[in-house]
């Protein structure tokens, strides 16, 4: 799975979840209800940006009333483990993080993105696991 793959997949995201709407969100309209500038949404749906800021995807999402990961799902079958998630699966590291199920299969499919032109180490990815856990706990769970 390519980088530009995924790209693509985000854009089809983007264009099929503005197509839910009833009417169906312009790109202007969804740059309006996001915050973001119209081109951002034109070149995140091209294709043609391949350094778009997570907040950005964040506010698409929240505007387009999904998540992240909504934005971000490849194709069935489309990714399989990307090599640095079966690195961290391996390491002591998984072991230490105590991973669930859920968080297993979120690792297992995510897709293979590159973090500022590398690929992540297994520490990386464990904070990462440790960070999601963080944002997902809300005051009731604790």
Known sequence: MTEKRLWAAIAA???ERRAAF???LSQAG?????????N?????ESGRTENVRIDTLA??????????????KLPSGASPIAPFVRDFLASP???LAALTPEERRWLETAPPI???????????????????RSCRTTPSDT
């Open 13 to 15: 995201n983007i264009k």
């Open 114 to 132: 590159s973090w500022l032109g590398g690929k992540p180490d297994p520490a990386a990815i464990y904070f990462l696991v440790l960070a999601r």
């Open 22 to 24: 009833d009417p169906p």
């Open 30 to 38: 969804l740059a309006a209800k996001a915050g973001v500038h119209v």
């Open 59 to 72: 506010l698409l999402a929240k505007a387009l009333e999904c998540t992240v990961e909504d934005l971000l």
């Open 93 to 95: 590291l998984a072991n």
């Open 40 to 44: 951002t949404v034109a070149f995140v």
